[in-house]
């Protein structure tokens, strides 16, 4: 158990929906990192939030936002949901901002089923 | 372009064997190297991370090495069991001035069978 949390685990929904994926950092953890991760492809970055604040963007889509709140918990917004958007959703956190020996902590990840 | 490449792609191995996972990359200004494990449908779990200074770094059966002149590094797990089959990612992190860009490599997918 990486002490990271997110919900929910699985999640089905039609094309044109909009979903809310949660993650909780673990405690003391100020940086949280979306990733997606699509059937047999490798892992891509999403977005960085350190203590509240944007940090760094990958390749996420403009459909795609997310926010990390006062208590350091964030939530990936996902809307005109695609089917190709169904993929793993992992979150993970590290104690600063940058990497140099920051390891990062994932989560379960969060299925998501668009159909 | 800051890339990270795997090889190979896939392995498959008898229980009790050793294999070795390489690592080429790219990326400048080099940070650090991790290798994660992801298991199937889970979430990756780093094994081990160098920094420029180290050229290796071992984790119970898992040993990485890092030749940062050929920018190289390599994964090699000892006497295999069945539950090393997973993912094997190298993840490669560029300095920038304020934060690390992180590179994931695609992964080598390893199946240990009895």
């Known amino acids: 158990d990486s002490g990271v949390t997110q919900t929910p685990k699985h999640l089905i929904t039609a094309t044109g929906q909009r979903v809310t994926l949660r993650c909780s950092p673990r405690?003391?953890?100020?940086?949280v990192y979306w990733y997606q991760q699509s059937l047999d492809q490798g892992l891509q970055f999403l977005i960085q939030?350190?203590?509240?604040?944007?940090?760094a963007k990958g390749n996420i889509l403009e459909r795609f936002s997310a926010q990390q709140f006062p208590d350091l918990h964030s939530e990936l917004n996902l809307s005109s949901l695609e089917l190709g958007d169904s993929a793993l959703y992992f979150c993970?956190?590290?104690?600063?901002?940058?990497?140099?020996?920051?390891?990062?902590?994932f989560g379960p990840g969060t299925r998501l089923t668009v159909l | 372009k800051n890339q990270v490449e795997q090889s190979p792609q896939s392995l498959i191995i008898l229980e009790g064997k050793n294999c070795t996972l390489q690592?080429?990359?790219?990326?400048?200004?080099?940070?650090?190297l991790r290798w994660y494990k992801q298991d199937t449908g889970r979430g990756p779990v780093s094994l081990t991370i160098?920094?420029?200074?180290?050229n290796t770094k071992s984790n119970g059966r898992y040993t990485a090495t890092l030749d940062a002149d050929t920018k190289q590094s390599s994964l090699h797990i000892t006497a295999s069991q069945l539950s090393d089959s997973a993912s094997y990612i190298c993840?490669?992190?560029?300095?920038?001035?304020?934060?690390?860009?992180?590179?994931f490599g695609p992964g080598t997918s390893l199946s240990v069978i009895p």
């Open positions: 160098m920094t420029f200074s180290e």
């Open positions: 690592c080429n990359y790219t990326v400048s200004p080099f940070s650090n």
């Open positions: 993970a956190s590290s104690v600063g901002l940058a990497a140099r020996y920051n390891e990062q902590f």
């Open positions: 993840v490669v992190s560029a300095k920038k001035t304020s934060y690390d860009k992180v590179i």
């Open positions: 939030y350190y203590n509240g604040e944007e940090r």
């Open positions: 405690s003391g953890d100020l940086s």
